[in-house]
């Protein structure tokens, strides 16, 4: 169909592509989409295409009843600000990149006439930024607005950016006359010394009539290198972004930046380059020069001496180091690239739609192509999670990993951790005796309840003994240690302490050095030790207690732990203590 004359011919659009090859450290944009849960996965495909670090969605339509987790995507954090009343509707989210620090301030905590969200954007390679996101509801005046702006005087000495939808149109120059509300919105920008990034390019389409609502204001124009509305298909708002500047110092990182997720960096030994035979050989001759044992040596000394000599041999062998993960991406595996062809053809006639309102050819293709796209997604979706429902059936851990994953309550896995170890390891450590101070007052010496259950159970007419270790039953848990289970603070994997154990004088020497520990009940200092892993809950990571702490002990612990454990489990069976 041929083009109309109409308005929109004459303002010019950005594209996601132009925002992917930005000399950008940052990328910040803002979008109005009128409920996320529903548009999640275009989201999460707007990310991957755009390289967007920073994302505000005003709109969000969230309440209590959605969780965080339900809005997890993947390489992103959240913030969130629902509305107060707890309505479903208006609300701003913000998704950061997990490569960056973003600190929520309390600032406008109290400033109920207007939806904002103050927050800090820090990172290592570019100067912090205040970001103030606002949501006017078209049932607020206009003169909030002002207020509000009046008061962000206050942060006039640090670099400050604006953005949200606040529902006032300042299109330059106007379809129609600008309205006193306008007006007096950018007086107040000018005595404030606050500029727009975007005032010539419409936002929002409505009834064929172009109007600017989602604004970029900064107090700082000369640290964005570009700035731009881009349409949107699945939202009557078009993208609004801008691209910090960078600077000298910053320009070879940006030109080197790869659009991927950040890798992940874990500590691990270098097995490619153990040579079995040679390890064992090794190993041999180094449990040979370690002292006999006898009953007259002290069990916890003599085991240290003993993992030291095993860790400096698995150290020659196999060396420590860093490895590099394979990025995941952002997009989802069924938006695949026929949906991505859709998608681009919907946007395509949504843009055309948007030059020429007048023309319904364009308007009716762009309705079949986003009709057709909305139906391929369901689909797609459906299909990719049946067809990994039917590949687990007998498997009920991944099934429940299936699940989790399609309802969008999986846990955030991205989120690392920003405090030192030395915190982390002290906090964990004392949670028990803070437990006990907050419910007792001081730290009790004796449990008076506790007392009176233990003298009222039954007594067992044998005493529990832990007899030594057999070479069979060392078999049966050795065979019992799954091979790709975590590795303690010696990075010692189950893989390696089975291949070790085919070392017959290592064998050996562990299951007497065991049975001497057993033989004076004695449990190793060097088996107490964990390496302590923090893995997020949900919540801030600045707040400790939003962290579960994991805790991996070495694969000696394991053999020493289950035998106790099936001695245990057959003297309560074999006694009838079990209620």
């Known amino acids: 169909p041929a083009a109309v004359s109409s308005p929109c011919l004459k303002y010019k659009f950005s594209s996601l592509s132009s925002i992917r090859s930005s000399s950008s450290t940052i990328r910040i944009a803002t979008l109005n989409v009128r409920s996320l849960r529903n548009k999640l996965d275009e989201v999460q495909l707007l990310l991957h295409l755009s390289q967007i670090d920073v994302l505000v969605i005003t709109e969000s339509w969230l309440s209590s009843s959605v969780t965080d987790q339900c809005l997890s995507i993947d390489g992103y954090l959240s913030l969130r600000r629902d509305r107060i009343d ?195 050989g090794d190993l041999s001759r180094t449990v040979n020069s370690l002292v006999v044992i006898n009953p007259e040596l002290s069990a916890d000394d003599t085991f240290s001496a003993f993992h030291d000599a095993f860790v400096s041999c698995v150290n020659r062998h196999a060396a420590i180091v860093t490895k590099r993960l394979r990025p995941v991406s952002l997009s989802p595996p069924y938006l695949d690239e026929t949906y991505k062809t859709l998608a681009a053809d919907r946007d395509h006639f949504r843009l055309l739609s948007v030059r020429n309102p007048s023309n319904l050819d364009y308007r009716r293709l762009y309705t079949a192509c986003k009709n057709r796209t909305t139906s391929y997604l369901r689909t797609a979706k459906s299909t990719f999670y049946k067809e990994r429902l039917a590949q687990s059936v007998g498997n009920p851990s991944k099934i429940w990993r299936i699940l989790t994953s399609a309802t969008g309550t999986r846990k955030p896995t991205s989120e690392t951790c920003p405090h030192a170890p030395a915190d982390v390891n002290n906090y964990f450590t004392s949670s028990a005796s803070t437990l006990l101070t907050e419910s007792y007052g001081d730290t009790p010496t004796d449990f008076p309840a506790l007392s009176t259950y233990l003298s009222q159970i039954r007594k067992p007419p044998d005493e529990l003994i832990i007899p030594p270790l057999s070479h069979a039953d060392f078999d049966r848990i050795l065979r019992s240690l799954p091979n790709g289970a975590s590795a303690g603070y010696d990075r010692v994997s189950p893989a390696i302490f089975k291949l070790s154990c085919q070392s017959h004088p290592f064998r050996n020497y562990l299951v007497a050095l065991l049975n001497l520990c057993i033989s004076q009940s004695a449990f190793p200092s060097a088996l107490k030790t964990a390496r302590l892993c923090p893995v997020p809950k949900g919540g801030s990571p600045l707040d400790l207690s939003n962290f579960r702490p994991i805790s991996v002990l070495p694969v000696f612990d394991k053999v020493l732990e289950l035998h106790m454990l099936f001695c245990i489990e057959r003297f309560i069976s074999s006694n009838d203590l079990l209620y």
């Open 86 to 280: 707890g309505s479903p509707y208006g609300g701003i989210l913000v998704f950061y990149r997990h490569s960056l620090t973003c600190t929520v301030s309390e600032r406008f905590e109290n400033y109920s006439a207007l939806e904002v969200l103050l927050f800090t954007v820090r990172s290592s390679f570019c100067r912090s930024l205040d970001v103030l996101a606002v949501y006017r509801p078209p049932s607020t005046p206009a003169n909030e607005t002002l207020s509000l702006f009046r008061l962000v005087d206050k942060l006039s000495s640090r670099d400050l950016l604006i953005l949200g939808d606040l529902n006032i149109d300042v299109l330059s120059p106007p379809s129609s006359p600008p309205s006193s509300d306008a007006k007096a919105y950018l007086r107040t920008l000018r005595s404030s010394g606050l500029r727009l990034l975007t005032d010539s390019t419409p936002t929002h389409l409505s009834s064929s009539n172009p109007s600017l609502l989602d604004h970029l204001v900064t107090n700082v124009p000369e640290r964005f290198l570009l700035s731009g509305v881009v349409p949107t298909s699945f939202s009557d708002h078009f993208l609004t972004f801008a691209c910090l500047r960078n600077n000298k110092a910053q320009l070879s990182f940006a030109r080197n930046r790869t659009p991927t997720v950040p890798t992940t960096e874990i500590t691990t030994r270098d097995v490619n380059r153990l040579h079995p035979n040679s390890f064992l």
